[in-house]
C-alpha cells in the first residue's frame, strides 16, 4: 500500500480509517489511499526456451494499400478539381490526360500537306489548320511523327515535345502576317538577329598565346592554338558569304587580340546583312532564327540556311563536293567549347546534353527550310 497524502484533522474529532476500518479519536489521524488491487497478481512461471521474438513490423500488404489509398484519394481530389474547372469553363478537365486519337497520317489537299489526328486536322494556336507546303513533304511526316509518339493530349501543350511544330507554326504565323500586309513579328526576329553579328561565336578570336610563360593552351596534345583554328574554321564561312550571299561586304572579327569589348561591324555591312534578313521567305526567317538562337551566331546559321534552303538554291554552288551540313555547323557553334572539353574534360549531363542539342536544333533548321525541287 502506498501512501498519498497524510492530512491533518482537528483536535477532537473522529475520524475514520479506511486501512483497518476502525474508529481512532486522535489529535492527529491519518487518511491512507492506495490504487493496489486487492488481489495479487498470479505471476506465470516460465517456460519458453531460446531467444526472444524478433519485433513486429509491418506487413507488405498494408503499406501497399495505403499507398493505393492515397493515389485513390488524390485521383478523386483530381477528378472533382477538374469537375469544377469544366463548370466553371476554366479548364479542359481529365480529357487532357488522354490521348483521344489512334492513327496520325499526313494528307494531301489542295492547299499544301495536312496532318491528320483520325479524321481531325492538326491545327495551330490560332485555330487555322497547320498547312506544309507540297514540297516539303518530309517536313509534315516529321509533325507527324511527334504527335504519333504523344501519349497524352497534356504533352502537346509542352513545346520540347513538338518542336518542329512548334516552329512551323512560327513559319505560318510570319506568313500570316506578310499576307495582310503585317510585319510585327519579322521585325521583331530582324531586331533579334541582328544583335548578335557584333558578338557573332566566329568572329571572336582568342588571342595568341604568349609562349613564355607558356599559356594554358599549350599542352603535349595540342599541335595548334585556339586562335589558329577559330581562323581556320571561320573564314571559309565568311568568304562563302562575302561572295555568294552579300557580295563585297567585308566583315571584320569583333575582337582585337588584347581587348574584350566587341568591335561593331561597318555600317554598311549592318545595313547589307539587315535587308537580306528582312526580305527572307516566312520558313527562311523561321529557320534562321531557330538557328542564330542555338548556335549564338549569325554566320553559321546563315550558311547553313543558304546550303538547305529551296527558295536560297540559286546562291550556293551546287558542283561543290562537300555540303555544309548539322555536324559543321555544330562543331563552328561550339568550337571553343569543344577545344575546353577536349582539355579538362566534360561535365557528364551538361556538356553532352547541350552538344546534342545544338545538333538537334540546327537539324530542325535543315528539315524547316529544305524539301523537293519547285
Known amino acids: 500500500m502506498k501512501r498519498i497524502a497524510q492530512l491533518p484533522l482537528a483536535e477532537g474529532t ?30 506465470a512461471p516460465i517456460t519458453a526456451s531460446g531467444p526472444p521474438p524478433t519485433a513486429p513490423v509491418p506487413s507488405a500488404e498494408h503499406v501497399d494499400s495505403r ?5 485513390k484519394q488524390a485521383d478523386l481530389l483530381k477528378r472533382g478539381q477538374d469537375m469544377r474547372a469544366i463548370a466553371g469553363g476554366t479548364g479542359g478537365g481529365s480529357a487532357k490526360h488522354k490521348r483521344f486519337w489512334k492513327d496520325v497520317h499526313v494528307k494531301h489537299t489542295d492547299e499544301g500537306l495536312q496532318v491528320h489526328l483520325d479524321k481531325l486536322p492538326l491545327r495551330r494556336p490560332s485555330k487555322a489548320i497547320l498547312t506544309v507546303p507540297h514540297h516539303k513533304p518530309h517536313l509534315a511526316s516529321a509533325i507527324a511523327l ?11 501543350l509542352k513545346h520540347h515535345l513538338i518542336p518542329m511544330t512548334s516552329l512551323v507554326s512560327r513559319a505560318l504565323d510570319i506568313a500570316d502576317e506578310d499576307e495582310v500586309g503585317k ?3 519579322r521585325a521583331n526576329i530582324v531586331k533579334t538577329v541582328m544583335r548578335y553579328l557584333d558578338t557573332d561565336s566566329l568572329l571572336c578570336w582568342a588571342p595568341e598565346a604568349k609562349p613564355d610563360p607558356p599559356g594554358y593552351d599549350v599542352h603535349v596534345k595540342r599541335t595548334e592554338s585556339l586562335r589558329s583554328i577559330q581562323k581556320r574554321t571561320a573564314q571559309p564561312i565568311i ?22 569589348v566587341p568591335r561593331s561591324q561597318p555600317q554598311m555591312t549592318r545595313d547589307v546583312i539587315q535587308g537580306w534578313v528582312s526580305g527572307l521567305p516566312a520558313f527562311e526567317l523561321a529557320g534562321l532564327e531557330r538557328g542564330v538562337l542555338a548556335g549564338k551566331g549569325l554566320l553559321g546559321a546563315a550558311r547553313l540556311l543558304v546550303e538547305w534552303s529551296t527558295e536560297l538554291a540559286h546562291l550556293r554552288d551546287e558542283e561543290a563536293g562537300k555540303k555544309f551540313g548539322v555536324e559543321e555547323a555544330a562543331r563552328a557553334a561550339s568550337l571553343e567549347v569543344d577545344w575546353q572539353t577536349g582539355m579538362w574534360g566534360e561535365v557528364e549531363d551538361t556538356h553532352d546534353v547541350d552538344k546534342e542539342d545544338v545538333r538537334r536544333q540546327f ?11 519547285v
Open 67 to 71: 499507398g493505393a489509398r492515397r493515389r
Open 14 to 43: 473522529n475520524s475514520f480509517r479506511s486501512c483497518s476500518r476502525t474508529w481512532v479519536s486522535s489529535p492527529f489521524t491519518q487518511r491512507c489511499l492506495h490504487t493496489s488491487p486487492p488481489n495479487p497478481a498470479t505471476v
Open 239 to 260: 568568304q562563302f558569304l562575302t561572295e555568294k550571299v552579300w557580295p563585297g561586304v567585308e566583315i571584320i572579327p569583333v575582337l582585337d587580340s588584347e581587348s574584350i
Open 183 to 185: 510585319g510585327d513579328i
Open 146 to 156: 511527334e504527335w504519333d509518339l504523344l501519349v497524352s493530349a497534356q504533352q502537346a
Open 363 to 373: 537539324g530542325s533548321v535543315v528539315l524547316l527550310v529544305s524539301g523537293e525541287a
